[in-house]
């Protein structure tokens, strides 16, 4: 049992490029000083004083900056491509981390939040195109599981260490830390990872059981929809960063270490628990079902909280919801918005489905903050699971109209319904 356990485990590995590695690797990288962000909430409202609305401000504005960010990034990697856009977003958006740290008026705070988000966040849909780039039809579920579970595992130790650090040397320190690493994986990319190049009269990839020959995402109504209700599942998991340690530190009183704790064990439950999960999960069930069941977690994971408000057990049951959540939406949801593009659209594709995260923060913090602050913490957590609730039925009624294949995409591709390039792809 142990042994094919093991063997299932290890297989959930194989056929992944070279490319594909070194692309998580240089994310590890990068993920494993992230220390700002989970404490910037936290840091304002603490160390600088500010009240929990100016600090849900300060992460809207993160939000909308990661929004330009997300737009720009998408567009430039069609146009220059993704490789040049991954590399100066990594390496200014150091520098400006660093910046940041000897910032303390509000208004300066404000400002350097949205060009930082701007310039850091560009980076996700260009980290998107050079994985899709390097990865072949049939494994890019797993390819992009990989880079996650490479993010989740530097989440893992960036707010743990971030944490310990903040209560032992305060928090500038943490901006250094973010910063450095940040320029560190840029350097990474630009030493070990190549551009891929595309011969000139290479076919594009065509998914025809899925898509239809879109020129422009504006114009698909379906993954507009999936948008929608992908921008609302967001708005409610990614609280996680920004409302949910506020909670830990004024509700619960847990120090900066048990907080960091908790937000690591989010890091590391996914980073153990995805690959195998996906592995069986898309050979099992129809993609838009692992979304939605993705999507009741979420709500279950912020809604158990109301039960013992001062319990860590409940914390932590809390958490581990919202990490199996996020094993079973966010791995399907990126291979959906991926199965509907080609390669002289995937950028404004992926840069159209990273805004849906940039609203989140634009909307999360923002009215989070406002309903914490004049109704108190439980309302939200029921606010909170009533919206994932309905974001659920959309997602089913989603499936409903629009039936998601039954077969994996390694069964599609083996029986010849997916075309690949002339070209290898990974």
């Known amino acids: 049992m142990l042994a094919r356990t093991l063997s299932n485990y290890l297989a959930s590995f194989s056929g992944l490029s070279r ?32 009240s929990l609305e100016q600090a849900g401000v300060a992460m809207t504005l993160f939000g909308l900056g990661s929004l330009t960010g997300s737009y720009l990034g998408g567009y430039f990697s069609d146009k220059i491509g993704y490789y040049r856009v991954l590399f100066w977003s990594l390496f200014l958006g150091g520098a400006l981390f660093i910046i940041l740290g000897f910032i303390k ?41 990989l880079m996650r579970m490479s993010i989740n595992l530097g989440f893992t130790i960036g707010p743990a260490i971030g944490g310990v650090l903040a209560a032992w040397k305060g928090y500038q320190t943490l901006f250094w830390v973010d910063g450095i690493t940040c320029m560190a994986s840029a350097v990474f990319f630009r030493i ?10 290479t076919k594009t990839e065509i998914h025809p059981v899925e898509i239809q020959e879109f020129k422009s995402p504006y114009h698909d109504r379906q993954y507009l929809i999936f948008l929608l209700l992908t921008v609302l599942a967001a708005t409610v998991f990614l609280q996680l960063i920004s ?22 064990l989010n890091g590391l439950v996914v980073f153990l628990l995805e690959m195998p999960l996906v592995f069986t999960l898309e050979r099992k069930m129809k993609r838009m079902n692992c979304i939605g069941a993705g999507v009741l977690m979420f709500g279950f994971g912020y809604i158990v ?80 699971a009533t919206i994932c609730l309905a974001t659920f039925f959309g997602f089913m009624l989603m499936k409903k109209r629009n039936p998601d294949p039954t077969r994996s995409e390694e069964t599609v591709h083996k029986e010849g319904l997916v075309r690949v390039p002339n070209a290898q792809t990974s």
């Open 305 to 384: 909280l109301n039960s013992a408000p001062q319990s860590m057990a409940i914390a932590v049951l809390g958490m581990l919801a919202l990490s199996i959540g996020e094993i079973f939406n966010m791995p399907f949801a990126n291979s959906y918005a991926l199965s509907r593009t080609t390669d002289a659209n995937r950028g404004k594709y992926m840069g159209l489905y990273s805004m849906t995260y940039s609203l989140a923060h634009i909307c999360g913090p923002f009215f989070s903050m406002k309903i914490a602050e004049k109704h108190g913490f439980d309302t939200l957590w029921y606010l909170s």
């Open 105 to 145: 008026s509000l208004h300066g705070i404000y400002i350097m939040i949205y060009v930082l988000s701007s310039v850091g966040e560009a980076f996700r849909p260009a980290n998107m195109s050079a994985l899709a780039a390097h990865s072949k039809p049939e494994n890019r579920t797993r390819s992009y599981s």
């Open 243 to 264: 409302t949910l340690p506020v909670y830990y530190k004024q509700v619960m009183h847990l120090s900066e270490g048990k907080i960091g704790g908790l937000l690591a």
């Open 19 to 50: 490319a594909a590695w070194l692309i998580s690797l240089a994310s590890f990288i990068n993920r494993s000083g992230t220390m700002v962000i989970p404490f910037l909430s936290v840091y304002l409202t603490t160390d600088l004083g500010f």
């Open 192 to 201: 070990f990872l190549k551009p891929k190049k595309i011969p000139e009269g």
